[in-house]
């Protein structure tokens, strides 16, 4: 029997969420297909991860001494609703750094440098035994992984992917704020282009009433999600992530074949144009310094 979980937020008059999140600790392939894939709504699977290998091998002291020097790219803050900021540093200094846990020097909660969608597996291609994404892989025809560390305070802020997700925590946790599709209004969409994903205007952390009276209104549902915890998130839900400690997770991005149709031949051809600078400007891809427009 699937646990239903909701916690609170404080508002004043409220735009109705009607879903919860269910959980379970596993679940079959096909009822997973019907109950949840197919009628596009997320699910919190306590155990999923819990007999990966990358579960006994995945800590920060692992990476530290398995990553090979080479240059990343790493964010600094919220850049989703923030300014676009990032920086290329050395993948073996950033994951030894991650590694110490608290240094003096630490920069103000959530400016931290962000190792986040990183392509992990064409940088160790031999961890791909470590994990099991098949419970949507079953499902999808077009994957792609990404790994994300992190120190506490670490945030992707509101965003929709336009594609099905598949996100594990391996070490640390996560808070995760969800709001179905059906409230886009008072998430207020912003110009901001980022590639596959529609971006909120709105930053809770720096909540602006006048501009975002409807978003006050809303009640996001909140869950954490603790290591060997995995959530699918369908295409379309708003989500904000947070660490509240360092962090290591990873997620699979997949492409059913509607998926595919409705939504990867337009997001390529947009990230063309946008490439070219003939789509939008504002974006999370490219910074502007002195004068020019940088790719990262
Ligand atoms: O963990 C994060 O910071 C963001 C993850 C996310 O947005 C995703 O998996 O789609
Ligand atoms: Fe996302
Ligand atoms: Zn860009």
Redesign the pocket.
Known sequence: MAARQRVGWPVAEELAVHESIDQVQSIAADEFRTRYFRRKRPLHISGLAKSWPAMQRWDFAFFAEYAPTRPVYVESGNVLQGATDFAAVDLRAYLSWLRVPDAKNRSAPGTDPYL?LFDIFSHFPELQKDVDFSLLRNHTLWNKTFG?FGRAG?I?GF?I?WID?L?VQIRGR?RLWLVPPYHHHAMYPSRKYDYRSTLSSVDPAKYDRERFPLFERLRPIELLLEPGNGIY?PRGWW?R?EALEPSI?I?NFGHDLLGLLLFQSRTSVLDVLHKLGLFRRECTCHRIERGSRLAR
């Open positions: 986040s994300w670490s992707s965003h992917d997700n996100l996560k998130l989500h992530v997770s997620n």
